[in-house]
Each structure stands twice: as structure tokens, then as C-alpha cells.
């Protein structure tokens, strides 16, 4: 069974960067396409970015695009989502998740397409 496991969340100020992980166990997260989502107080979960199985597509809402950047290392067992000009709306519970995925260079936008969850990770962006 496997199990993901986020980190790395902190508060941070405006226009501030960091850095979120998520580690994998129980199996290898190469056969897994990889998504962050996040869910701020009163709103429903929303995906912010996904990573392929290869690492080399990826996809990003239009909300991050330009500011995030998520990126995997199957030898590593993790992902990472690298968070650059962080703005209070970032504020959230970021929660990382695996679909099991036959295509080399696809992920999915849909969370009805992920299996498996981690516990997720606070980021809270204020001055």
C-alpha cells in the first residue's frame, strides 16, 4: 500500500518562497502520476499542479502558473512543489496524491483520478 507523506510547510511572508515534499514508502512512485492540491479555510480542494511519471509533463493552475514549479525524483521515492512570490491566497492545506497511471507522460487534473493521499501540510503566507 502506498503511503505519501508531506513536508515542509511553514508560515512565510508575502513574496516569500518555499519549498513543499512529499515523500513516498510502500511502493515505487515512478508507476504513480503526482498531483498537489490545496484547500484553504471555507473553500473546496482545488489541484494546484501535476507531474507525469516521466517528470517531463506537467500541468499548473492558472493560479500558480509562473510561480510554482513541481518536480519529482523517482530514485528518491518524492515530489516537491517549489513555491516562488507567495501571496496570502496561497494560504492552504497542500496535500500531495498518486494515480496510478499507465501513460509514460500524462497527468490527471481530476482528484477523482488519484488513489492514494497524503495528510497534507499547512502553508500560511502573512506579514
Known amino acids: 500500500q502506498l503511503q505519501l507523506a508531506e513536508s515542509g510547510g511553514v508560515l512565510v511572508q508575502p513574496g516569500g518562497s518555499l519549498r513543499v515534499s512529499c515523500a513516498a514508502s510502500g511502493g515505487t512512485l515512478a508507476n504513480f502520476g503526482i498531483a498537489w492540491f490545496r484547500q484553504a479555510p471555507g473553500k473546496e480542494r482545488e489541484v494546484v499542479s501535476c507531474?507525469?511519471?516521466?517528470?517531463?509533463?506537467?500541468n499548473y493552475a492558472d493560479s500558480v502558473k509562473g510561480r510554482f514549479t513541481i518536480s519529482r525524483d523517482n530514485a528518491k521515492n518524492s515530489v516537491y512543489l517549489q513555491m516562488n512570490s507567495l501571496k496570502p491566497e496561497d494560504t492552504a492545506i497542500y496535500y500531495c496524491?498518486?494515480?496510478?497511471?499507465?501513460?509514460?507522460?500524462?497527468?490527471?487534473?481530476?482528484?477523482?483520478?488519484?488513489?492514494?493521499w497524503g495528510q497534507g501540510t499547512q502553508v500560511s503566507v502573512s506579514s
Open positions: 496524491a498518486a494515480a496510478r497511471e499507465g501513460r509514460w507522460r500524462w497527468c490527471s487534473r481530476d482528484q477523482s483520478s488519484y488513489q492514494y
Open positions: 507531474i507525469s511519471r516521466s517528470g517531463d509533463y506537467t
